[in-house]
């Protein structure tokens, strides 16, 4: 296995391409699957939350707007600068590694981590870091991009195109791609991890799992483009809420 990229540096090279993409409606897959992350995997109850990933801050605003206390932490500072000027008044944007918090211990109900663990440097020690700084019973809520369709490509975008592993989907790889659509483009850096990687970390920093999703392509994202149904045939993402013991 290569050593890992530097997520830090990484992402605040694509700062200012990923807070355009992040921030143009219906642009990415966000406005799609987000709001069921937040209803079937965030607990509903008020509570203190720690985002780590938290890029522009698109789901600390979510959060707020849901009741939730939020602090959110990255590793790139025109992020966490974007995030902060996005969400005026509010002194809670950390610049800080999510494998070292800068909290003391049992300080939160919960963690978020959305789209962020496949992006971090350690991810294991992210993992631990974020049992650390939860409360007894406290949950980790993820999502990261469905292990399988990491390890894999569909052959085109119809509808009932082949999809195709090529590689070991066992085995992590460093993933490094670039997209470009509607006249915006992103590249995409991190790690490909199998279900049974993320499971080993959750499992040694003391957590169990409670809840799994594997969410379809809405129905509306289909009507209004069709190659979308190839999402429901297979997951695109993949939701976890772990309890620590």
């Known amino acids: 296995m290569s050593n890992p990229p530097d997520d830090r540096t990484f992402w605040e090279s694509e700062a200012q391409n990923w807070i355009a993409w992040a921030r143009t ?14 209803d079937d995997i965030v607990p509903p109850e008020p509570g203190s939350i720690l985002e780590i990933g938290c890029g522009e ?3 600390t605003r979510d959060l707020r707007a849901r009741g939730h206390d939020v602090i959110s932490l990255d590793g790139a500072p025109s992020l966490i600068r974007a995030a902060s000027e996005a969400d005026p008044g509010r002194r809670t944007y950390v610049l800080g590694d999510a494998a070292r918090l800068p909290f003391a211990d049992a300080g939160f109900t919960c963690v978020v981590a959305y789209n962020a663990l496949m992006d971090m440097d350690d991810m294991p020690g992210s993992v631990r ?13 993820i999502c990261v991009t469905h292990p399988m369709a990491d390890a894999g ?7 009932d195109a082949r999809f195709v592993i090529e590689r070991s989907y066992l085995d992590p790889e460093v993933f490094d791609e670039s997209f470009e659509r509607a006249g915006l483009r992103i590249r995409f850096r991190g790690w490909t991890f199998s279900l ?5 970390a959750l499992e040694q920093a003391g957590f169990v799992i409670e809840r799994i999703r594997e969410p ?13 149904a190839r999402w429901r045939r297979l997951a695109n993402f993949l939701f976890i809420r772990a309890r620590k013991l």
């Open 129 to 141: 870091e974020a049992a650390r700084v939860l409360q007894t019973d406290g949950s980790l809520c």
């Open 25 to 38: 409606p219906d642009h990415d897959d966000y406005w799609d699957y987000a709001p069921r992350f937040l």
């Open 216 to 228: 379809r392509q809405t129905i509306e994202a289909v009507r209004e483009d069709p190659a979308e």
């Open 57 to 59: 801050g698109r789901v």
């Open 196 to 200: 049974q990687t993320y499971s080993e």
């Open 153 to 159: 490509r569909f052959e085109s975008r119809e509808a």
